[in-house]
């Protein structure tokens, strides 16, 4: 599985931005899609995670609320839209991808990363 995500930019505290990772393989729907983010100096940490079925997704508490992840199968592509940004949002988004049933939060699970997109949320 290849992975491109797209999307990010800047917006201003409050508003919103919406994410895409676009996946290649035919086997996309075997896997586990997740969000996770790492500004400067900072871990990568887990935001969101959407199982093949898109039922029940997993948030990281500082985002549960005001973001919202869903995918199409058909389309191969998982989605992250953020609204409510606030400016500790502000980091490096990446889609990750784990041939599994269950979201995990912890990034060395993950097989396969798309490359990145910045978002900065500014005050």
């Known amino acids: 599985v290849q992975l491109q995500a797209s999307g990010g930019g800047l917006a201003q505290a409050g508003g919103s931005l919406r994410l895409s990772c676009a996946a290649t393989?035919?086997?996309?729907?075997?896997?586990?899609i997740s969000w996770f983010r790492q500004a400067p100096g900072q871990e990568r940490e887990f935001v969101a995670g959407i199982g093949w079925s898109g039922d029940n997704p997993t948030y990281s508490d500082s985002v549960k609320g005001r973001f919202t992840i869903s995918r199409d199968n058909f389309e191969k592509t998982v989605s992250l839209s953020m609204d409510s940004l606030k400016p500790e949002d502000t980091a490096v988004y990446y889609c990750?991808?784990?041939?599994?049933?269950?979201?995990?939060?912890?990034?060395?699970?993950?097989?396969?990363w798309g490359q990145g997109t910045q978002v900065t949320v500014s005050s």
């Open positions: 990750a991808a784990l041939n599994s049933w269950l979201v995990r939060t912890t990034p060395h699970y993950y097989e396969y």
């Open positions: 393989g035919r086997t996309f729907g075997n896997y586990v």
